[in-house]
């Protein structure tokens, strides 16, 4: 007898196009990623509507909102719960619940209907090892070209850490900008790596200070000043 071969589950990478799709959404139908080509995207899925965890996270990032759009940013969320189901919790957070002094929180955002798993499954957001009904939590980021540039995930009992998602945006588009990388815990004004150049003799030249404003303790270990405030200004010049 011949074993059928398991289907591996695909899941996009980082480096690679997000995968496409057409979805019905709290704010219309929506076309991913070209409607939003031009833009940085966090999209992202949560386990459930009406559930806990899921609620604080949805009001947080309707409060930070205003703060991604400054970032060229926009939100999509996706959970495989119907559209009648995410507009009665929405209109519920609203209506209803208070959280860290957040209240009265309107969620503008598109929340995608998934009921069929379609997308979530598209997306390597369901992990049956943790549930196989619901999609863990979920968040790729998309830069402005389509393409994946971070992906993180959470279990069901974790709510996201969005002081961190947001860093995550700003170290991308400083990295692009600048064409730096950023070190462990990095944060706007402190010093960024400069990539190691790709020869000996140009790294020797380094060492030797011939790029100005650079540093460096060792052949792959330089580091230079970008002041908080350049960092905010090119970013939004970008
Ligand atoms: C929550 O969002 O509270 C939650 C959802 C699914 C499983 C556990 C917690």
């Known amino acids: 007898m011949t074993e059928t071969p398991a289907v591996a589950p695909t899941m996009p990478r980082i480096g690679d196009p997000a995968p496409s799709f057409t979805a019905s959404t709290t704010q219309g139908e929506i076309q991913f990623p070209a409607d939003y080509a031009g833009s940085w995207v966090i999209f992202f899925s949560h386990p459930a509507d009406f559930t806990p965890v899921c609620t604080t996270e ?3 990032f309707a409060s930070m909102q205003e703060d991604f759009a400054k970032l060229n940013t926009k ?3 996706l959970s495989v719960d119907g559209l009648y189901s995410h507009i009665a919790w929405l209109r519920t957070i609203k209506d209803k619940i208070v959280f860290r002094g957040m209240e009265d929180v ?9 009921i069929t798993m379609e997308i979530a499954r598209k997306y390597g957001m369901i992990m049956p090892g943790e549930d196989s009904t619901k999609a863990v939590r979920a968040v790729f980021v998309v830069d402005p070209t389509g393409t994946i540039r971070t992906i993180i995930y959470y279990p069901l009992s974790l709510g996201r850490n969005f002081d961190e998602l947001r860093r995550v945006i700003v ?3 400083t990295a692009d900008v600048f064409a730096v990388a950023t070190p462990a815990d990095w944060r706007p004004g402190d010093p960024v790596i400069v990539p190691p150049a790709g020869s000996c003799g140009v790294a020797k ?6 790029d100005e404003g650079v540093t460096c303790v060792d052949w792959f270990f330089c580091t230079k000043e970008i002041s908080a405030e350049a960092v905010t200004e090119a970013i939004a010049a970008a």
């Open 171 to 173: 170290a991308l588009q």
């Open 205 to 210: 030249d380094r060492m030797e200070g011939a």
């Open 106 to 114: 309107e969620v503008t955002f598109p929340l995608i209907d998934d």
């Open 58 to 60: 949805f009001m947080t």
């Open 75 to 77: 939100l999509v969320g």
